[in-house]
């Protein structure tokens, strides 16, 4: 369905006419402003959006208004906006399609002729169109297009709607049967301007409003994925946006037709469109009321009393009038907040600098806060003061001591920039402190502009390179593009045994992150930490020990953990706790590798509250994924889409790479949401890992894709994804299997493609290294592979056996998704072995489990028969692989067909197919499609 405008402020509304839920197919039908089809996507009001609604299966659409159809409103189009001398030219647009079909050929002689009138496909006499006939024939048409089965009629732009138009609809509505639906899209016109007939088609309580709420910023990510726009950008998009498509597009072009590419910690580009759009929105409002905005825009916690004693005397008022406009919305306490980050720049923007140092120096005389005051103060004017930068330096040290560290970072720059140039080494000095708190609070752009400033200047080796390390520490998982800044960050380090070994850590992590190269990380990380306790410095030492084990592990040195404790020791030496955490996190990740995981939900809930008060974004994000991961393995599946998505939200805010989170969101909502939207999540974030050069988040996103294909079926699909990871972790030359648990799923992937020798191959490969690093679980997911192994090959028996035992290992260890997961593997065995009854059992049995787990799609899977199994026994005798095959080939597709259908080569289909006839005793494609009917 077409959305609404965006160019209207207030709440957009759909109403809808509720109609038959057994519909199998319809007719859809749309009426409306022909500008809105226009549209590459939904749109709507600032704070707002469109909604498509889908009732029921539509079928043939007949779609009105296309583009550079004749009638725009500016040009009267609609009557009731510049009456058009022809009549309801807007319902011309609905009915125009159904004019070629037979349904207007049935019309009586004069309903007829009134419908080809009005859709200009007859000349229109003096006289006009009969109004009666006209009225009837428009009734008859949805009538008949509804004998043939639901229909559906969208109206798109009611507020457009001219009064002619609306009054034929009515008509033609009141004498509509039940079978056809009805939606209606109304975006109601900015406060203050003049409704000039009445549109509506029904009463109210004929109908069902539902207000079309903004999207999320995920949402947003997901609409930047799907155009194409860099989704790292989602969270800073999403504030300025409001929520608005429309909005974060405009937004979202102006950063693709930037001139150079725009990077994660720059500004975001608001010109152009994204402007140009925001001043449309803004221009709903008097003058009065954008002045009162203005300081509004200039707050840090703007409200109505704050702004009126600030000297706007009609704030309440004013405000009132703009929260009408949809541009701002008011708390009861009478907190303002726009509904798009987009207006209040843009308002800042557009002011000249005498009203925007009016503003401030207003609002400086009235708050309550000294920290406020101090900020107001600075912006008021633009001659640097050595005491006043001293004031805002000291203000920034009370916002980081409340927690506040956005606005520390905030105000250090400021102290910096309102340092006298005559003091030039006292702003050095508060260029380098801004860009490390920036750093602290995840705020990448405003590093990036402290950096940029001091590199400007004259400023010693030293100060450079921290500059440059805050900068990288912003640059969370898109370490590509930023060579040249390791190279000056090595070359400006020499000789400065403390700084070199911060360089080399941050090298560590580089290797690894955006290289793949593990033996060199860990190398860069044990150079580091050797260099940090030269000098006395516990807290990098501690940092790179953590990176250091990190690789130790992946690469199965045996003394990964002891490293670890070390590391741990160092940092939790460091008062008060919860300031540095990576080898409390990593321990807590590592637990999660073992399956020790009640301990380590524990410890997370213990670290959390401390991390959330003290720490750095980035660990906060860490932990709720790490719980998240772990509530996935152990059962608690609400509980980790809650958590996982706690974890996208504050990535978002905070402008890093939504990879990691989206990653997590596929393992929380394999686990117990919905397998569709876990598909969903890891292929975003297989492609935001691309772009962030992220070599570690690809393999681990690609795992979690390949792994909801087969369990969906989509073997082909699994297989190559699967391959994929199995690639890039030998390239990585990563050795633990239990930190990414592709072997079995590979394996299972390969013996459903008949590649059973290679799946064995595989899993002898695994086997030794797990028993040698003592990886049970891992042991435990490659028996249930090799089960499916053994009864491929038909030895059913020893395959129901082992999953049997693998099943309650399984239970043991606390991992009820991987219980239930054998008991359903053990279900398909016994089917084989035509245990009907012990295969019920055991899907029983996992789907008791997975609802104890709150696993829905786990649960709706073990709910499942395979089809043909129960009616057709000798299926039982056919793998997986065959069973696909055997029904392509039955419903009629040839050797070449199938074979691109599974992705095999036309010899192993002529294989496998040979294999089918033999088990089923049939001899051509006709009995192949018999026996498969029963």
């Known amino acids: 369905m077409p959305a609404p405008r965006a160019d209207v402020a207030p709440d957009g509304e759909v109403a809808r006419r509720p109609a038959p839920a057994d519909s199998p197919t319809s007719d859809t039908t749309y009426a409306g402003h022909p500008e809105h089809h226009e549209q590459s996507g939904p749109t709507g009001p600032v704070g707002h959006s469109g909604h498509t609604s889908h009732p029921g299966h539509a079928g043939h659409a007949g779609h009105a208004g296309h583009p550079g159809h004749p009638g725009h409103p500016g040009q009267g189009a609609f009557p009731g906006h510049g009456a058009h001398p022809e009549g309801p030219d807007g319902f011309r647009t609905a009915v125009g399609p159904v004019t070629a079909s037979g349904v207007f050929d049935g019309l009586p002689g004069p309903q007829r002729t009134a419908v080809a009138m009005l859709c200009r496909e007859a000349p229109l006499y003096d006289g006009g169109w009969d109004p009666i006939a006209l009225r009837l024939g428009i009734a008859q048409i949805l009538r008949a297009l509804t004998a043939r089965g639901p229909a559906l009629l969208v109206v798109d732009g009611v507020q457009h709607i001219d009064a002619d138009s609306a009054d034929l609809l009515r008509f033609a509505l009141h004498l509509a049967p039940p079978a056809l639906r009805v939606i209606a899209v109304e975006t109601p016109e900015a406060y203050g301007a003049e409704d000039g007939h009445d549109a509506r088609l029904w009463v109210p309580s004929e109908a069902d409003i539902l207000l079309v709420p903004p999207l999320h910023a995920d949402e947003i990510a997901e609409l930047l994925f799907h155009h194409r726009l860099p989704s790292r950008m989602a969270g800073r998009i999403h504030k300025a946006s409001g929520g608005n498509p429309r909005l974060a597009l405009a937004v979202g072009r102006s950063l693709a037709d930037a001139r150079t590419p725009v990077h994660h910690a720059d500004a975001l580009t608001l010109s152009g469109r994204a402007r140009d759009l925001a001043r449309q929105l803004l221009g709903a409002a008097p003058p009065d009321v954008r002045q009162t905005l203005l300081l509004a825009a200039l707050a840090l916690r703007p409200t109505a009393a704050l702004i009126r004693r600030a000297g706007r005397p009609n704030a309440e008022a004013d405000l009132a009038a703009a929260e009408r406009a949809d541009l701002v919305s008011l708390a009861e306490d009478g907190t303002v907040a726009f509904t798009a980050g987009l207006l209040p720049s843009t308002l800042v923007h557009d002011a000249c600098w005498a009203e925007r140092s009016a503003g401030h120096a207003a609002l400086a005389r009235v708050v309550d806060d000294s920290v406020e005051a101090v900020r107001h103060r600075a912006l008021a004017t633009d001659i640097p003061d050595e005491s006043l930068a001293a004031e805002v330096a000291n203000a920034a040290d009370l916002a980081r001591r409340r927690g506040n560290s956005a606005l520390a970072a905030e105000l250090a720059l400021l102290a910096a920039e309102s340092t006298p140039v005559r003091n030039a080494t006292q702003r050095i000095t508060r260029l380098v402190d801004a860009a490390e708190e920036a750093a602290r609070a995840a705020r990448a752009d405003l590093a990036m502009r402290a950096a940029t400033d001091l590199l400007a200047r004259d400023a010693a080796p030293s100060d450079r390179v921290r500059a440059r390390l805050a900068v990288l520490d912003t640059a969370g998982q898109g370490l590509t593009g930023l060579d040249e800044m390791y190279v000056h960050s090595m070359e400006d380090s020499e000789g400065d045994t403390a700084l070199r070994a911060g360089v080399l850590l941050r090298l ?239 394996a299972e992937a390969l013996l459903a493609n008949d590649a059973a020798q290679e799946a064995v191959e595989l899993l002898d490969e695994v086997r030794p290294v797990a028993e040698e690093l003592r990886r049970t679980t891992v042991l435990l997911g490659c028996d249930r592979a090799y089960a499916l192994y053994l009864a491929g090959c038909g030895r059913t028996d020893e395959a129901a056996e082992l999953l049997t035992r693998t099943a309650e290992r399984f239970a043991a260890a606390g991992l009820p998704l991987e219980h239930g997961r054998a008991l359903v593997s053990l279900a398909r065995v016994e089917r084989r072995r035509r245990r009907r009854s012990a295969a019920q059992s055991a899907l029983h049995s996992a789907a008791t489990v997975f609802e104890r787990a709150g696993a829905a799609p786990w649960l709706a899977l073990a709910s499942e028969t395979p089809a043909g199994e129960d009616s057709l026994p000798a299926l039982s005798s056919l793998t997986d692989a065959e069973l696909r095959l055997a029904h392509l080939v039955g419903q009629g597709a040839s050797n070449q067909e199938a074979a691109a259908k599974l992705y095999l080569s036309v010899k192993t289909v002529e294989a496998r197919l040979t294999r089918i006839y033999q088990k089923l005793d049939v001899r051509s494609r006709a009995q192949l499609a018999t026996a498969l009917r029963g």
Not at 524 to 540: I, K, M, Q
Not at 709 to 732: F, K, P
């Open 508 to 746: 560590a992590v580089k290797y690894v992150l955006a290289d793949g190269d593990p033996l060199r990380s860990r190398a860069a990380a044990v150079e580091s930490a050797a260099l940090a306790a030269s000098v006395g410095d516990p807290r990098t030492a501690a940092q790179a020990l953590t990176v250091q084990a990190r690789m130790d592990r992946a690469l199965g040195a045996s003394d990964a953990e002891s490293v670890l404790a070390q590391a741990r020791g160092l940092e939790m030496a460091e008062r008060p706790l919860g300031i540095r955490n990576a080898a409390q996190i990593l321990t807590l990740r590592h637990a999660l590798f073992d399956d020790r995981l009640i301990d380590a939900r524990d410890q997370v809930n213990a670290l959390l509250p401390l991390v959330q008060r003290r720490g750095s974004v980035e660990d906060t994000i860490e932990l709720f994924s790490t719980l998240a991961a772990i509530e996935s393995r152990i059962g608690a599946c609400p509980a980790a889409l809650v958590h996982a998505g706690q974890s996208l939200a504050l990535t978002l805010e905070a402008g890093l790479s939504p990879g990691p989170a989206w990653y997590t969101l596929a393992l929380a909502e394999t686990a117990g949401g919905s397998f569709a939207r876990a598909a969903s999540y890891a292929r975003r974030s297989v492609q935001a890992s691309e772009e962030e050069g992220d070599r570690v988040f690809l393999s681990r996103s690609l795992y979690a894709l390949g792994r909801v294909q087969l369990i969906n079926g989509d073997v082909a699909s699994a297989l190559e994804t699967l391959r994929r990871v199995q690639a890039n972790e030998r390239a990585q030359s990563t050795v633990d299997p239990s930190m990414l648990r592709w072997h079995e799923e590979l």
